[in-house]
T-cell receptor, first 118, second 111 residues
Framework: AQKVTQAQTEISVVEKEDVTLDCVYE???????LFWYKQPPSGELVFLIR??????QNEISGRYSWNFQKSTSSFNFTITASQVVDSAVYFC???????????????FGQGTTLQVKP | DGGITQSPKYLFRKEGQNVTLSCEQN?????MYWYRQDPGQGLRLIYY???????QKGDIAEGYSVSREKKESFPLTVTSAQKNPTAFYLC??????????FGQGTRLTVV
């Protein structure tokens, strides 16, 4: 069975603070894909990053960075020097491999609401 | 422009009615998905399809039905069997190994 857990329901920080959003996943697939999405108040989901299970290299993109650790089944997301515009709901997602009897199901965590105060 | 189009943006349903939400993509993606989002909640998978003429139930398929007769289209019908259909519905598409792209969503309200 697949599962994504985002234990932090809501986080509130003051602008310029660093913040880390946690994501823990469960899957029996040996090949899988992890994603982070941002959902602003408008409702549409915005893709942020994809990580394949065979690539544990961490990634940095501007103020955003992601830490993928297969040993702990975690894929955490850090925003450095947060800004008010970062306020949104952030979702972690997992897709299993499609093929050889696997369905490639794409599931999401419950989401973390981030509020950045000026 | 390539993308995913959901319509309508707002939909009102009377008790006992079936309604159909449209989702069209011109990205040439094989996979398409339907999710339901309730206030303050995450995205729950209703149905998904990896190929034309084939689809699988997600975690909350009861009271919903879909079809995938064309690669571009994956309509979702909310039937009268769905007792609490008021929610925000999101459609997505992807290649099988890539990220999913989402439509702008349909907000369904029972009146």
């Amino acid at each position: 069975a697949q599962k994504v857990t985002q234990a932090q329901t809501e986080i509130s920080v003051v602008e310029k603070e660093d913040v880390t959003l946690d994501c823990v996943y469960e899957t029996r697939d040996t090949t899988y894909y992890l994603f982070w999405y941002k959902q602003p108040p408008s409702g549409e989901l915005v893709f942020l990053i994809r990580r394949n299970s065979f690539d544990e290299q961490n990634e940095i993109s501007g103020r955003y960075s992601w830490n993928f650790q297969k040993s702990t089944s975690s894929f955490n997301f850090t925003i450095t020097a947060s800004q008010v515009v970062d306020s949104a709901v952030y979702f972690c997602a997992l897709r299993g491999f499609y093929g050889s009897g696997n369905t490639g199901k794409l599931i999401f965590g419950q989401g973390t609401t981030l509020q950045v105060k000026p | 422009d390539g993308g995913i189009t959901q319509s309508p943006k707002y939909l009102f349903r009377k008790e006992g009615q079936n309604v159909t939400l449209s989702c069209e993509q011109n990205l040439n993606h094989d996979a398409m998905y339907w999710y339901r989002q309730d206030p303050g909640q995450g995205l729950r998978l209703i149905y998904y399809s990896q190929i034309v003429n084939d689809f699988q139930k997600g975690d909350i398929a009861e009271g919903y039905s879909v079809s995938r007769e064309k690669k571009e289209s994956f309509p979702l019908t909310v039937t009268s069997a769905q007792k609490n259909p008021t929610a925000f519905y999101l459609c997505a598409s992807s290649i099988r190994t890539g990220e999913a792209f989402f439509g702008q969503g349909t907000r369904l309200t029972v009146v």
